[in-house]
């Protein structure tokens, strides 16, 4: 069973910036679709991801509010992808997760696999 973890959550100022990591128990990331969905204090999570990556066709996609200001990497030799944020405001705070969907025997033929979260906190 693939696994992941997230890290690099933590408290940073308006305006800053921080790059959380998501590592996979192993090599997952070069197919299929990985998503990062957040959770903010008090809220249920969100349903629908912030961002998207298909790695194997080149495709990245954000939404609105992360546009411009969110960008996901990956690093194939740590089986990790980092999400860098910039500009943060405190509307970001959040737990933010990492998902990737890994083929199995389901009856959907994939499973999307999460982190525990991580917590960032920006403050005003």
């Known amino acids: 069973q693939v696994q992941l973890a997230e890290s690099g959550g933590g408290l940073v100022q308006a305006g800053g910036s921080l790059t959380l990591a998501c590592v996979a128990s192993r090599n997952i990331f070069t197919s299929n679709v990985m998503r990062w969905y957040r959770q903010a204090p008090g809220k249920p999570r969100e349903s629908r991801e912030f961002?998207?990556?298909?790695?194997?066709?080149?495709?990245?996609n954000f939404a609105d509010f992360a546009k411009g200001r969110f960008t996901l990497s990956r690093e194939d030799a740590k089986n990790t992808v980092y999400l860098q944020m910039k500009d943060l405001t405190p509307e970001d705070t959040a737990v933010y997760y990492c998902t990737q969907d890994v083929i199995d025997d389901s009856p959907q033929g994939y499973t999307e696999v999460w982190g525990q979260g991580t917590l960032v906190t920006v403050s005003s």
């Open positions: 961002g998207a990556a298909l790695w194997s066709e080149g495709m990245m």
